[in-house]
């Protein structure tokens, strides 16, 4: 009897192990489909008044509400998170706006990373390591360099974030580094939309939408890409070491 149980307890340890990225991946699919069109600008300013008698009357509770919708919206992968940047600084302001802000999308990232890690990032980065060519090395040099790959895909407009949780789970990225990482790398770009965000109001009350557009004019994506620079500094002069 012992040796029939074994396969079966460590085939419901393996899905065990897979349930939170699964439910991942379907709230992803669902919200999709089902909350595309409803975490919306519009909806922010149809709701504002609303929005904002309820801070006022529970600011406390509605940081806390905020900061969790906030974290099942990036750790779901729902859509709605440059909204959910926006609204945290239209009803909180710059600070503390960008602090909850940070401090939402940063948790909500390390809860996917670590459900993609737990349900298929072992197993891939093992998988890779094993199988050897392109995509090993590749692995190695990103394992190699982690601090400035990690550091530049947050900082860099063009990595979606989505893809910024996943990759570093399915090549064997430690926790330590990518919450550092995460927390550090998106506080510019949290900067600026959250900036736009305490200004909604008086975009409101024109009746416009927030010109987005700002992260990508030389004065803010000047200073990112500075940044960004920074970050892989090391990596470039690793390799120049090695080349001499």
């Known amino acids: 009897m012992p040796i029939n149980d074994a396969p079966k307890a460590g085939s419901k340890s393996g899905w065990l192990q897979k349930l939170p990225f699964l439910v991942v991946v379907a709230a992803a699919l669902l919200g999709a489909v089902l ?3 409803q975490i919306s600008f519009e909806t922010l300013a149809r709701h504002r008044e609303t929005l904002i008698a309820y801070r006022d009357a529970n600011y406390g509770l509605s940081a806390l509400v905020f900061i969790a919708v906030y974290i099942g919206i990036v750790g779901l992968s729902l859509p709605g998170a440059t909204v959910a940047t926006l609204a945290g600084g239209f009803l909180f302001g710059l600070f503390p ?3 909850f802000n940070v401090i939402g999308a940063g948790t909500g ?4 990373f670590l459900a993609a890690r737990s349900g298929l990032g072992a197993s891939v980065s093992a998988r890779i390591a094993a199988a050897g ?3 090993a090395r590749l692995q190695t040099g990103l394992q190699e360099n982690e601090w400035s790959v990690l550091f530049l895909m947050r900082l860099v407009p063009a990595v979606p974030f989505v893809l910024a949780n996943l990759i570093p789970a399915f090549v064997g990225t430690s926790l330590t580094r990518f919450a550092v990482s995460t927390f550090i790398g998106i506080l510019p770009g949290a900067l600026v ?3 736009v965000g305490s200004g909604l109001g008086e975009v409101f009350a024109r009746g416009e939408t927030p010109d ?3 992260l990508f004019t030389p004065a803010v ?7 960004a620079a920074l970050a892989a500094l090391p990596m470039v002069l690793r390799v120049f070491r090695r080349a001499r």
Request: glycine fraction near 20%; aromatic fraction near 8%.
């Open 35 to 37: 909350l595309r069109d």
């Open 133 to 135: 060519g392109v995509a």
């Open 221 to 227: 994506l000047g200073p990112i890409l500075g940044f």
């Open 193 to 195: 939309f959250t900036s």
């Open 212 to 214: 987005l557009g700002l």
């Open 109 to 112: 990232a390390v809860a996917i």
């Open 97 to 99: 706006g960008v602090l």
